[in-house]
């Protein structure tokens, strides 16, 4: 067994673990920093549904860039950390024996799926949608093979793989518990018209009903489809459970780290656990909304590397007066050439969380003038507390920019502007790039939330 010796030491190289070693070199470049990984290739996660259609095709072109850590000279091994000693700061792996002064975890999330379902994982053809290489590879080669697939969830990871599996002409059911697709994102006017396009790529969406059961009707360990709570039975030949992930935390909690809700590693706004020493950034950390303050099950990695960034400049000491204030939801996803995004809470979510909220939306294009030849409808909602005007969520429909535009409400979320703010908003645009400057879109929908709150 090898030793080493580190300053600072990163469990898992995902975007959390990543961020939070750059983070690191930056503010302490005299400090040794070693990252150690369970996998020597890393998947960019929120791609592997484009693996299975025409988008990326495989898997190799769907591989994390490592440059920048060897640039900076991080030290990366490749283990399974096994366990960790905190009181002796050391950490074990097959291969490594590893001692530190800070610990920063990052291992992750795993998928997560229902125990009344977990024994039909082993069933032939039975999925879930792990961020591993090698078990993705296995899914995609089976995939090739069948023609009837079902997807059990109706969040993103599944509406995406039902796109990709549709467009390589497949026949694709959608099943969940809920009345709409990606209902934790959007309300339900913005999540029909992603529905319509589901509908035009003939997947078949079935709502208000959930998964009792995989089926194995000749009893040879071969999947035949899904029994529904309502009766139904579909007949399939694949069965993808997309039914989201939970965080990765055995290591953490056999080593004495506090978990807190929903099983995430309990920290502070700075990353910290009640060692101060020792850090958890991304999937496998505990979670707050930002608004609500409510635990949040939010699992993104632009929330994981900006967890990153607060924890590498915060090893050593609080440098600045920020920390981490909460988990902002911002989504994006492509469904045909349709773009849909959302920021903060939906306005049912802001309802159910007791907020008296005023909407505000405005329909127009995303070029000026509309004969631009890629002029595409562009439509957008604003949701904000009915006293004070305090922005709190945001979705958008329209072209690729969207996924740029949803990043300025989440903004607006985060530095908590009104709506007077935003429809003074100064923004940029250009013919072949944006909507006109008379009718920008977030502007627009901020003025008619200020018409609202004038005529009542």
Not at 236 to 258: D, F, R
Not at 279 to 307: H, N, Q, W, Y
Not at 438 to 455: C, D, F, K, Q, R
């Amino acid at each position: 067994m090898q030793k080493i010796e580190c300053d600072i030491l990163i469990i898992g190289g995902g975007p959390a673990g990543g961020v939070s070693a750059v983070s690191a070199r930056t503010s302490y470049p005299q400090k040794k920093i070693v990252v150690i990984r369970d996998l020597e290739v890393q998947l960019v996660p929120c791609a592997i549904p484009y693996i299975f259609g025409e988008t990326l095709g495989c898997s190799d072109k769907n591989v994390a860039s490592c440059a920048m850590a060897e640039k900076m000279n991080i030290d990366t091994f490749v283990d399974k950390v096994q366990r960790v000693d905190i009181e002796k700061k050391v950490a074990y792996s097959p291969n490594y024996e590893i001692s530190f002064e800070k610990l920063i975890f990052a291992t992750g999330s795993t998928p997560f799926v229902h125990d009344s379902l977990q024994h039909s994982l082993a069933l032939e053809g039975v999925f879930s949608v792990p961020k591993n290489k090698t078990l993705i590879d296995k899914m995609k080669n089976y995939s090739q093979n069948v023609e009837d697939i079902v997807i059990v969830g109706t969040g993103f990871i599944g509406i995406e793989l039902a796109m990709e599996f549709a467009e390589s002409g497949k026949r694709v059911s959608v099943v969940g518990g809920a009345t709409s697709i990606l209902k934790n994102a959007f309300d339900a006017e913005v999540a029909q018209e992603a529905q319509e396009i589901l509908k035009a790529n003939k997947i078949e969406f079935i709502g208000g009903d959930r998964v009792t059961s995989i089926v194995d009707k000749n009893g040879d360990g071969i999947v035949n489809g899904v029994a529904l709570k309502s009766g139904k039975v579909v007949d399939a030949q694949m069965v993808v459970l997309a039914t989201g992930y939970k965080p990765n935390t055995t290591l953490a909690e056999e080593s004495g780290i506090s978990l807190g809700h929903y099983g995430g590693i309990w920290v502070d706004e700075y990353m910290r656990t009640q060692n101060h020493d020792i850090f958890a950034v991304g999937d496998c950390s505990a979670r707050r909304d930002f608004i609500t303050k409510e635990p949040s099950k939010v699992m993104l990695a632009s929330t994981s590397s900006a967890e990153g960034r607060v924890a590498g400049t915060s090893l050593y000491g609080i440098q600045y007066l920020k920390g981490f204030s909460g988990t902002i939801a911002i989504f994006s996803t492509m469904l045909g050439d349709v773009a849909f995004s959302s920021a903060g809470l939906t306005q049912e979510q802001a309802q159910a969380a007791g907020i008296d909220v005023v909407v505000g939306s405005f329909s127009g294009l995303n070029r000026h003038p509309q004969t631009i030849p890629d002029a595409q409808r562009q439509f957008v909602k604003l949701i904000a507390m009915k006293n004070g005007g305090q922005i709190i969520g945001g979705q958008i429909i329209g072209g690729k920019e969207t996924g740029e535009m949803i990043n300025i409400i989440g903004t607006m979320i985060e530095s908590k502007f009104d709506v007077y703010q935003v429809m003074s908003m100064q923004v940029a645009t250009q013919p072949m790039l944006t909507a006109a400057p008379t009718s920008y879109p977030i502007t627009m929908a901020a003025i008619n939330i200020v018409g609202e709150l004038h005529s009542n």
